[in-house]
């Protein structure tokens, strides 16, 4: 009932910044708990931002203080602004929502966008 649709991706230089987008159909996305995954082949998905209802944030030591999520409940669209990327961000990412509370874990992540490409070379 959730469809989710990312866009912003794309290949940079190491140091550079990219936006990406979802935008969220079929609910409201202040209703849920959203975040970005990245997955890289080969490794583990990581979730790189996470937003809950209430607009906290929560971000793992490899993207903190390079990273910002943030939620636009006008449009129903959320965002990643990436900074100061590095050749280790480089993955597909996708935007992913679960009614109400954050999950433990990413897997848990209920809805799923397609992914979009971040590419950052050196």
């Known amino acids: 009932q959730v469809q989710l649709v990312e866009s912003g991706g794309g290949s940079v230089q190491s140091g550079g910044s990219l936006r990406l987008s979802c935008a969220a159909s079929g609910s409201t996305a202040s209703n849920y708990c959203m975040g970005w995954i990245r997955q890289t082949p080969g490794k583990e998905r990581e979730g790189v931002a996470f937003i809950d209802r209430a607009g906290g944030t929560r971000y793992p030591d490899s993207v903190k203080g390079r990273f910002t999520i943030s939620r636009d409940n006008a449009k129903n669209t959320l965002y990643l602004q990436m900074d100061n990327l590095k050749d280790e961000d480089t993955a597909m990412y996708f935007c992913?929502?679960?009614?109400?509370?954050?999950?433990?874990?990413?897997?848990?992540?209920?809805?799923w966008g397609q992914g979009t490409q971040v590419t950052v070379s050196s």
């Open positions: 992913a929502a679960k009614f109400y509370y954050c999950p433990g874990s990413v897997q848990d992540f209920v809805y």
